[in-house]
């Protein structure tokens, strides 16, 4: 059983920044992608960011040169590090581990940005 859990959500204003966590426990075999989501109130959930095993990132074009998605292999834990910040990227951030036996979410946490 994977469990992921992240952490690093605020309250900021615009053009700060924040760095998102997301710690992964249990027995993590055959990663296929690291990702971050995000779900805005009455919103779709969207594809924020990617990483694969071989460091290839995907970036969504509103956050491309802002956001950056990085992992630590030693702590097992998942980052996102959001500069210039926009109240349009307020939404609660989930991180997704998708691995041979299946995918995996986080339960959420909340970014909200202040004009």
């Known amino acids: 059983q994977v469990r992921l859990a992240e952490s690093g959500g605020d309250l900021v204003q615009a053009g700060g920044s924040l760095r998102l966590s997301c710690a992964a426990r249990?027995?993590?075999?055959?990663?296929?992608?690291l990702a971050w989501y995000r779900q805005a109130p009455g919103e779709q959930r969207e594809l924020v960011a990617t990483l694969t095993m071989d460091g290839r990132t995907n970036y969504e074009d509103s956050v491309k040169g802002r956001f950056t998605i990085s992992k630590d292999n030693i702590k097992n834990t998942l980052y996102l590090q959001m500069n210039s910040l926009k109240p349009e990227d307020t939404a609660v951030y989930y991180c997704?581990?998708?691995?041979?036996?299946?995918?995996?979410w986080g339960q959420g946490t909340q970014v909200t940005v202040s004009t």
């Open positions: 997704n581990v998708v691995l041979i036996d299946g995918s995996y």
């Open positions: 249990g027995i993590i075999r055959g990663v296929r992608v």
